[in-house]
């Protein structure tokens, strides 16, 4: 399989040089050059999450040198629980993704890019500087995918005051190869500082730097695999095919959730499920794709004003009318999140995070219509995570799943670090 540049001007490549590049250089995204199809049968047999993203994902990897790993990686990376929870009686469903070390569906992807990048590196390579910007889940599924892995050092900038208490020292708490900055800044800045590392040639060369963020094919690929799961058990169970519910930011979970139905998995209608951020509400109801800036709500991982991942969503479609393509998209704002948070506990005794109260809200408003067709929705981080906006909610506290509290457990340390880019590469070259 070719990969080949959103941006149109970089030459093919591999897999493999695909995931040594993170970023394409004309500044583009990869993308598989087609979309590979799958027969459901070929999947109807698979008893877990690793057996089924490996024969979902070969033809991704054909002809790479990662080929014949492919089994062992989805081993490695994706044998985490995937409860299935039945939401309505025999038309709902709730796919938990957050049963990973950090307790978000991000660990999938974190994981299996971090078992892709240790077998790319030759034992004489330097030690590579893993760089990521986060908004708060992001850095440490990261940073717990390439804790003590040899070879490998993940260094994480988050802005100061804006994760959650929990997220905030879960960041910290990891030690060892993974160095915590916070920063007296938002996101934006963070990411700044990311990319004016990455760009400068002597620090890149000299630590060998590489970024994790969400623009990596290897990233995308993996959360394929549990749309494909859910969707062909819930077919098995008799549902021929359901409409898939996805809390989108950056549009990644949801760009995978397209392609597995584009590779012929049994998936209706997509919704894209945002917070407050409008621009893809406004765009599937018709109007011209605007970025901006992103605001800030109780959703906070889906923050994002320009999701970066809708550059590979128009090349997939560049021959078809997106519009018209069976996804929607519903813009969720604070208030309507917390009364939902609040209905489903009372409704089911079932706490959700602000990111999949987001889709939850969706449903309701398509059951108000009258929609009553089977739906999935994929859960995307445990609630006990946002404790500070669920917790006063439900008038109850939640206990932090057995892989969080035990990072909760440890000390935890960031340092603190001024917005500013001389700053940040004088104390980068100063690692050891
Ligand atoms: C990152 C994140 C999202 C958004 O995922 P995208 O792939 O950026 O759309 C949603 N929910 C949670 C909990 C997240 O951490």
Redesign the pocket.
Known sequence: MNYLSTGGQASATDLAGALRAGLAPDGGLYVPERIPSIAIETLVHNTDLPETATTLLAPYFFRSELENELPRICREALDLPLPLIEFEPGRAWILEL?HGPTA???DFAARFLAACMARLRADSDPVQTVLVATS???GGAVAAAFHRRPGFRVVILYPDGKVSARQAHQLGAFGDNVHTFRVSGNFDDCQRLVKRALNDQELTRKLALTSAN?ISIGRLLPQISYYAHASVALRASGHEKVDVI?????????LACILAREMGLPIGEIVLATNANPTLQEYFSGRDYRGRAGIETL?N??D?GD?S?FERLAWFFRDRDLRQADISAVSVDDDAIRACIRRVFNQSEMAV?P??ACAVEALRHRREIGNDRPHLIAA??HPAKFEAVVEPLIVQALNPPPALAELLKRPSRAEGLEADEGAFTHRLSELD
Request: aromatic share 8%; hydrophobic share 40%.
């Open positions: 957050f978000a569906f991000k708060g889940d992001t969400s996805v809390p989108t930011g950056n549009l990644g979970n949801a959703a991982a889906m994002v999701p991942n995070c990111h999949t995307t981080a």
